[in-house]
């Protein structure tokens, strides 16, 4: 928590984002970087409100990979939130954590998949999951909400007790398609 | 800017830096920073980056979240924070009081034919300090980075950036070890973490 976000409510999140959040808890994961997105919002809140948690607002993605690589070489655990668009900002500093090792976890809410009015969310949510391949991080993914907590556990034991870089894919029918009125 | 006059040496200025680090962990950023810090001696606490550009500072201020009571310093170039400009916005709201980002400014990509940086007319200086790191300063004297390393080895009020303005000679390259695996298991090691 910290001074920027003094209205963070204390409350545990419901449903999916409830069960990511109860998994980082239990796995003690302490710093917790993100560019916003309105499917990570319960979790984002959460992670402000938890006092044994430093949510960290980038500017953008790229710069979680470096932080996220650096808090482990402090002793730290740490994640990244982001969705779809920010991935491809990450491409090349995933060469550190290619170059270092030590865990890399990262949950991506997905945009431009599934029923998605806005195109330019399109090829990031297309390019996604081989954007991830590229660069030598393992894919996860969970489609229906019973299938989130599996696939954070898994993408946590692989990240933090394998050493492994591990992104797990929340899909966009766990969130919904956003709905612009004009 | 590069109209300053009598700027410094490179090399002495992070010698002077490093000299009683204690227990500082320094991140470097790509080309010469790196190869300035190595030419110091090696170091068990010393991360070299040879890539992610753009990285430097950020992956410093992870390490300072998690070492709140060890000291960070980050030194890197102009180029390579210009790249990752946004993160002394994302320091300033963390505030960490133990991360000093040194930028040794030539105005001129180095390692890549000398070509000119934007600092020729933007100020980082300025920038960090617009970004709300209250303690931004741009440094042409030696003097100064006496002060600065007193800052950087110890616990500040909250972070500091330094802008420290040098000559554009090229120096002879003393190059580190390019292992990060090596790198990463010697810095946790000296921190009594587990190597993975």
């Known amino acids: 928590m910290n001074a920027a976000h003094p209205h963070a409510l204390h409350a545990s999140p419901a449903g999916w984002p409830g069960d990511i959040f109860s998994a980082l808890k239990t796995a003690r994961v302490r710093q917790v970087a993100y560019v916003p997105d309105g499917g990570h919002a319960?979790?984002?809140?959460?992670?402000?409100?938890?006092?044994?948690?430093?949510?960290i607002p980038l500017t953008t993605e790229e710069e979680g990979v470096a932080l996220v690589s650096g808090a482990w070489l402090g002793g730290d655990r740490a994640c990244l939130l982001m969705q779809s668009s920010g991935v491809g900002n990450c491409i090349n500093m995933l060469s550190l954590v290619r170059n270092m090792g030590g865990p890399f976890l990262t949950f991506v809410t997905m945009r431009g998949e599934w029923g998605e009015f806005n195109p330019w969310q399109v090829p990031m949510g297309t390019?996604?999951?081989?954007a991830f391949r590229l660069m030598g991080v393992h894919v996860l993914r969970a489609d229906r909400p019973e299938e989130v907590g599996p696939a954070t556990?898994?993408?946590i034991r692989m990240a933090y007790e394998g050493g492994s870089a591990v992104a797990v894919l929340l899909a966009q029918q766990l969130i919904g398609a956003k709905v612009f009125v004009k | 800017m590069s109209t300053a006059v009598n700027r410094l040496d490179r090399r002495a200025v992070v010698a002077r830096l490093l000299k009683d680090r204690g227990e500082a962990i320094v991140v470097t950023g790509l080309g010469s920073p790196t190869y300035d810090v190595a030419a110091c001696g090696d170091h068990d606490r010393n991360v070299y980056l040879?890539?992610?550009?753009?990285?430097?500072?950020?992956?410093?201020?992870?390490?300072?979240?998690?070492?709140?009571?060890?000291?960070?310093?980050?030194?890197?170039?102009?180029?390579e924070m210009l790249m990752g400009v946004g993160s002394f916005a994302t320091i300033a709201m963390q505030a960490p009081k133990n991360l000093t980002v040194v930028i040794l400014d030539n105005g001129l990509y180095?390692?890549?034919?000398?070509?000119?940086?934007?600092?020729?007319?933007?100020d980082?200086?300025?920038?960090?300090?617009?970004?709300?790191?209250?303690d931004a300063r741009a440094i042409d004297a030696?003097?100064?980075?006496?002060?600065?390393?007193?800052?950087?080895?110890?616990?500040?009020?909250?972070?500091?950036?330094?802008?420290v303005r040098i000559g554009q000679a090229e120096l002879e390259r003393v190059l580190p070890t390019r292992d990060g695996h090596a790198v990463r298991a010697r810095v946790r090691q000296s921190l009594g973490l587990s190597i993975d």
Do not use: F, K, Y
Not at chain 2, 110 to 122: C, K, L
Not at chain 2, 148 to 153: F, P, Q, V, Y
């Open chain 2, 142 to 163: 030696m003097g100064d980075v006496e002060g600065l390393a007193t800052r950087a080895t110890a616990l500040g009020n909250g972070p500091c950036v330094a802008v």
């Open chain 2, 124 to 134: 980082l200086a300025g920038m960090a300090r617009a970004s709300g790191i209250a």
């Open chain 1, 153 to 155: 556990a898994a993408g």
């Open chain 1, 42 to 55: 319960e979790l984002i809140r959460a992670i402000h409100a938890d006092p044994a948690m430093i949510g």
């Open chain 1, 127 to 130: 390019g996604t999951p081989d």
């Open chain 2, 50 to 79: 040879w890539g992610a550009m753009g990285g430097c500072a950020v992956m410093a201020l992870g390490i300072a979240l998690a070492r709140p009571e060890t000291p960070v310093i980050a030194v890197t170039g102009d180029g």
């Open chain 2, 110 to 122: 180095g390692e890549t034919g000398g070509q000119a940086s934007h600092t020729v007319v933007a």
